[in-house]
């Protein structure tokens, strides 16, 4: 992701997204046993539609952050502020809503809440204000041309040329019906010198002396 491109507020939502996934390697639960016997239990080793709803709003708030990144044009109604603002106040409804409504792990278990729920809830509340803050901002939203400019068209890919499908039985076809025909003697085949016969000496001067 391009940080650069986003401003402190935007950050702010995306830190509280990240804390959100990260919270759910927090204790939230806790077994007590008819033996007396107590276990913390995460959140992802109890995963429900309540911790699935928190992971997918985080998901959904990061990638929203991406785009604005990427400088991405779309628009979401409300704009980005009420997106994540809603996101935010959604998973704490879904956290308050775990309060009182505890996983069913087994027969004969009693569930209850850890620190690690009450912490998610403090990260939850961090994107519902960073969302407010979004839209304090009044940050412009990144052109969309598809939107502004009814007349715009996508620009269609160039696709190559497609090759006209070649037959490859029309050669031997042709060299069937038409067989080519020799006229006359074939040339010798040129002779080939062995590298290991000698060469044969020069000629002598013609007056018969060396120097």
Known sequence: MNVKGLSNVQMRAGMAAVALVACMLLPWYQENRAGGEETNRIAISVLSWVEAAVLLVAAAVLYLLYARSQRRGFHLPGGDGWAVTIAGAWTLLLLIFRLFDRP????????????????????????????????????????????????????????????????SQALTQVLHDEKPTWEGEPPPAPRRVRRSEPKPPPPPPPDGKLF
Do not use: K, Y
């Open 104 to 167: 069913d792990v087994g027969e004969g278990i009693s569930v209850g809440v850890q620190w690690g729920l009450f912490v998610t809830m403090v990260a939850a509340v961090a994107l519902a204000l960073a969302g407010q803050a979004m839209r304090a901002e009044h940050r412009p939203e990144p052109p969309n041309p598809a939107a502004d400019d009814p007349t715009w068209e996508m620009p269609t890919r160039r696709t190559s040329r497609r090759r006209a499908p070649v037959d």
